[in-house]
């Protein structure tokens, strides 16, 4: 029985990287996820004047409550939607000018949400070309606190963001939120905040942070979820395969992996203990209607196994997938049509007809790595699939296509 060795979450690791940055000490991070988009915060966090040693098992970060350590810095984000919203939101509780600047991807991704709020809180932010967008500047003089309305429809890490934030302001924060998405994203902040030693309240629709800062403490990252769902998916998909995941079971915080209980509507057998998570291809995969606003990362990768299903799948109240790395929804409908697959999209849906794909082709994959990942699975029953970059799952997991082959070879494919 495979089983497979994920890295540690994208999410976590980010978050915990914030964390330990602001927390009074010295935190160690165990099994942190070493990619593109990790990297890239550790480095911008450097940027910012905070001490980071990287080992291979483990990162150590030197807090300061107070803020950055320099009073002026230039900060590239590259791709990662994380590094751009969530340090621009430190730099605000220091003091200095801080300038932060991303990929062209990351330049079309919206920011507009948490920029008004920042501004409301009396943070001096301002973009440089189109308003929401990078390059942005925040002169910052700390951030006094109190009370202001987000609007996270768009994207949990908006909310996220003045979470993390809350405990470096003078008075603490209520925010007030009008939409949320993802709010799984949402729940891991708030248990991350309590291991620094933060306690986050809510009174309906208004989540409350008290101010005094974060404790340092040693905090394990585990595997990331999101990256599971291609190894289950894979078990799914294949009669008699079973894929095993340790480190991901009931009491995983992430919410991605709900996705298993997806594979298990649609037929396949899945077993979630305290050490683990278990998936095993029963050789019939049902057709299904399914919300995943709360799980919207693993569209894509019922989208690309969709097909093998024995009815319509349809994914619905995933809009917030157009305003990820590339527009999700249209590039796995392109692609599916691609491999001669009947789809309809609308504003936040997908249905997928049954019908198994005969040949391949090459997946255009808009530099998205969940793309890339989504379609690996697909390419377990289809022989002939390529991708014209598949070298951008160095975002979240830069060895994906070795793990892949070595289960492939496991699975008998």
Not at 94 to 104: I, L, N, P, V, Y
Not at 221 to 239: N, Q, R
Not at 258 to 273: K, Y
Not at 386 to 409: I, Q
């Amino acid at each position: 029985m495979p089983t497979v060795d994920i890295p540690g979450s994208k999410s976590i690791t980010a978050r915990a990287l914030f964390l330990a940055a602001a927390a009074d000490g010295v935190t160690t991070l165990t099994r942190p996820l070493r990619s593109d988009d990790t990297e890239g915060f550790a480095e911008g966090l450097v940027r910012l004047g905070y001490r980071v040693g990287r080992t291979p098992d483990a990162w150590q970060v030197d807090g300061r409550p107070e803020g950055p350590a320099v009073t002026e810095a230039d900060v590239y984000c590259r791709d990662g939607a994380t590094t751009a919203r969530f340090l621009p939101t430190l730099a605000a509780a220091g003091h200095g000018t801080f300038r932060f600047d991303a990929s062209e991807q990351m330049r079309r991704r919206p920011l507009l949400p948490l920029s008004r709020a920042l501004r409301d809180l009396g943070v001096d932010l301002r973009h440089e070309g189109a308003d929401g967008h990078h390059p942005l500047t925040v002169r910052a003089s700390g951030v006094e606190g109190g009370e202001v309305v987000l609007d996270a429809g768009q994207s949990s890490q908006y909310l996220t963001a003045l979470l993390l934030l809350g405990p470096l302001t003078r008075k603490g924060l209520r925010i007030r939120v009008t939409d949320l998405v993802s709010v799984p994203y949402v729940e891991i902040t708030i248990a991350m905040m309590r291991a620094f030693g933060v306690e986050v309240g809510r009174e309906g629709n208004v989540f409350v942070v008290p101010p005094g800062g974060y404790r340092a403490t040693t905090y394990p990252i585990e595997p990331d979820a999101s990256t599971a769902s291609y190894f289950f998916a894979a078990a799914a998909v294949t009669p008699g395969a079973e894929v095993t995941v340790p480190g991901l079971g009931t009491g995983a915080l992430q919410g991605d992996l709900g996705f298993v209980e997806v594979l298990r509507r649609m037929g396949a057998d899945v077993s979630v203990g305290d050490s683990g998570t278990t998936v095993r291809g029963t050789g019939r995969l049902r057709g299904l209607t399914v919300n995943m606003r709360d799980i919207s990362d693993t569209m894509p990768t019922l989208a690309a196994i969709a097909p093998f299903a024995d009815g319509p799948v349809r994914i619905e109240d995933v809009a917030n997938t157009r305003v990820k790395e590339c527009d999700r929804l249209e590039a796995s409908a392109e692609n599916l049509r691609r491999l001669g697959a009947e789809v309809a999209v609308g504003p936040d849906w997908i249905e997928i007809q049954p019908g198994p794909p005969g040949t391949g082709a090459q997946i255009t994959t808009h530099g998205d790595h969940r793309i890339v990942m989504s379609f690996a699975v697909t390419g377990l029953r289809v022989p002939g699939i390529s991708f014209d970059d598949p070298g951008c799952v160095r975002k979240t997991f830069p060895g994906f296509h070795g793990a892949f082959a070595e289960l492939r070879k496991d699975i008998g494919q």
